[in-house]
Each structure stands twice: as structure tokens, then as C-alpha cells.
Nanobody
């Protein structure tokens, strides 16, 4: 497993932007596909975006397509989530996830490595 620590959450107004980071430990970061998930109060955790180990493939939830962008830096062992045109319904705790293969996210599943989460609040 890889250890993950998220940062960058906060409070932003509707239409604003926010960037999240997830720092990973270990020397095998590039072998992990990475994903972002979120959980709003009273709701189940849901998929947001994923990126393959090389960064060549990405996948997004329909609700964030065109607004969010996932990227990674395998030198810095970090994955990013840039969130633009934020809406109140984007308010949630955002979690970073690491999986051994990108296909895990394509199948609707998750990896076993989770960060502690970071709160994103979008005010109307």
C-alpha cells in the first residue's frame, strides 16, 4: 500500500476554483493509479476522477466533466485535482485513493489506500 495525505481544501464561493493535492509516500508511486472520491453529508462516497500511473489516461464522473482536472507528478509523488466553476453540490470531504491498476476505477471499484480526506465547502 501507499500512504496518502491530502491538502488544499477550504471554503470557496460558487463559481470559484480550488486545487487539491495528495502526497504519497513510497518509491513505487508511478505504479499506482490514483483517484479522487468525495462524500457529502448523508450521502455515499462517490467517484470523482482517476488517472493512470503514467498519467496518460484519465476518467471523470459526469458531474465534474469539463470543470475538474486530475493530474500527477511522479517525481514529486503527488496527484492533483483542479476544481473550477465550483457549485454548492460539490461540497464534500474529498479523499485521495491509490489502486494497483487503472482498470479498478473503470470497473467502479476502489483501491485499498486512502487518505484522511480534506473538506471542500462551496458557498452559494
Amino acid at each position: 500500500q501507499v500512504q496518502l495525505v491530502e491538502s488544499g481544501g477550504g471554503l470557496v464561493q460558487t463559481g470559484g476554483s480550488l486545487g487539491l493535492s495528495c502526497a504519497a509516500s513510497g518509491r513505487t508511486f508511478s505504479s499506482y493509479a490514483m483517484g479522487w472520491f468525495r462524500q457529502a453529508p448523508g450521502k455515499e462516497r462517490e467517484f470523482v476522477a482517476a488517472i493512470s500511473g503514467s498519467g496518460s489516461r484519465t476518467r471523470y464522473a459526469d458531474s465534474v466533466k469539463g470543470r475538474f482536472s486530475i493530474s500527477r507528478d511522479n517525481i514529486k509523488n503527488t496527484v492533483y485535482l483542479q476544481m473550477n466553476s465550483l457549485k454548492p453540490e460539490d461540497t464534500a470531504v474529498y479523499y485521495c485513493n491509490g489502486a494497483t491498476a487503472f482498470v479498478i476505477y473503470l470497473s467502479g471499484s476502489t483501491g485499498t489506500s486512502w487518505g484522511q480526506g480534506t473538506q471542500v465547502t462551496v458557498s452559494s
